[in-house]
Each structure stands twice: as structure tokens, then as C-alpha cells.
């Protein structure tokens, strides 16, 4: 079983930046793929930013060029950074882990889940 819990959330005004972790425990996540994912109200959750056992990543078109995945093997830990915040970001940001190496940006390829951090920007 693998447990993650997210940090960084909070308000920031547009054009700010956030740094999201996602600490994992009780399994090394060194060989998973990890993902963050994001779900705004009245909305379905959607892919943000994936990286792979082996570092490659990927991201959402909308947030290409502005958010960077990576992920501390040392530290079992994942991080978002997000620049230039838009409004249109806000929403409540998860964490997740993927054993199996399946499709990246399909919520159903991920197992493990943290409990979210809300993100919010103010125009």
C-alpha cells in the first residue's frame, strides 16, 4: 500500500507560483508512474502532468511551458511547480500513483491517491 499526501496548496493572485509536493509512503514509488491530477467544481478530474519511472513527462496542453513535473526518489516525493497561475487553474489538485506503467493521463490507470490541495488564483 502506498500512501500520498499533498502540500503547497493555497491562494495566490495570477501570474504567482506554487510548488505542489506529494510525499509518498509505505512503498517506494521510485518505479511508478506518478501523476497529478485536477478537479475543479462542477468539473471532471482531469490529467495535469505525468513522469514516468524513467523521467519522461508529459502535460496537459493548457499548462505546457508553465508547470513542471520531477519527482526526489531519495525523498519518495513528487512535485508540481506551476508558474504564471491563471484563474482558470483553480481547482483542487491530487497526487497519484501508478505501479503498473499503464496509459498516464486515464485517472483509471492510477491506484494510489492522495487527498488533495486546493489551489486557488485570484484574477
Known amino acids: 500500500q502506498v500512501q500520498l499526501v499533498e502540500s503547497g496548496g493555497g491562494l495566490v493572485q495570477a501570474g504567482g507560483s506554487l510548488r505542489l509536493s506529494c510525499a509518498a509512503s509505505?512503498?517506494?514509488?521510485?518505479?511508478?508512474?506518478m501523476g497529478w491530477f485536477r478537479q475543479a467544481p462542477g468539473k471532471e478530474r482531469e490529467f495535469v502532468a505525468g513522469?514516468?519511472?524513467?523521467?519522461?513527462?508529459y502535460y496537459l496542453d493548457s499548462v505546457k511551458g508553465r508547470f513542471t513535473i520531477s519527482r526526489d526518489n531519495a525523498k519518495n516525493t513528487v512535485y508540481l511547480q506551476m508558474n504564471s497561475l491563471k484563474p482558470e487553474d483553480t481547482a483542487v489538485y491530487y497526487c497519484a500513483a501508478d505501479p503498473r506503467g499503464g496509459s498516464y493521463d486515464r485517472h483509471t490507470s492510477y491506484d494510489y491517491w492522495g487527498q488533495g490541495t486546493q489551489v486557488t488564483v485570484s484574477s
Open positions: 513522469i514516468r519511472w524513467l523521467g519522461s513527462t
Open positions: 509505505g512503498s517506494t514509488i521510485s518505479r511508478y508512474c
